[in-house]
């Protein structure tokens, strides 16, 4: 940024409503392999869930036990995701109310949101998500935690 004047200033709108409705990103952060990874789903309900599961257990041996960190939603611990993870090898390890500082991932969305979602005004889930994924391919082939001498990847991502 400089001081220059600019003929026109880039504003971003101001709205709080969502014309193509809203999108969530459930994400898995595998610590040993420092490897950030993720998929966008229309929901938050079990279905949803059970689905994200079953395909982060296919990223893994099935004689490797998983242990999945996650917050305590009631749509992580229902009876059949109870049931799929006990004959998957899965172990739920639920995070305490009022503390997601304790999941590994929580600061890894803090880059995924400055370098691909921060002024950014995506027009519909498909550019916002080619946004994501472009950053966790960069993120992912760096090994290294963002910082601030990364600046420039947003101007690449949004």
């Not at 929901?43 to 960190?69: N, S």
């Not at 992912?140 to 600046?151: E, F, I």
Request: positive net charge; glycine residues 4%; proline residues 5%.
């Amino acid at each position: 940024m400089d001081w220059a004047r600019q003929k026109k200033v880039r504003r971003l709108p101001a709205t709080y409503t969502r014309p193509h409705g809203t999108m969530y990103f459930f994400g898995a952060y595998d610590v040993g392999a420092d490897t950030l990874w993720g998929l966008p789903y229309e929901h938050q309900t079990q279905g949803e869930v059970l689905d994200f599961f079953i395909l982060l257990r296919q990223r893994y041996p099935e004689d490797q036990r998983l242990y999945i960190v996650l917050d305590n939603r009631s749509a992580h611990t229902t009876p059949a995701i109870l049931e799929w993870v006990r004959r998957n090898r899965v172990t739920l390890v639920l995070t305490p109310t009022y503390a997601s500082f304790l999941n590994r991932i929580e600061c890894q969305f803090t880059p995924l949101k400055k370098f691909a979602l921060s002024g950014c005004y995506h027009r519909n889930h498909a550019a916002q998500f080619a946004a994501i994924f472009r950053y966790l391919l960069y993120r992912n082939q760096q090994k290294v935690k963002p910082t601030a001498r990364h600046r420039d990847i947003r101007v690449n991502l949004c």
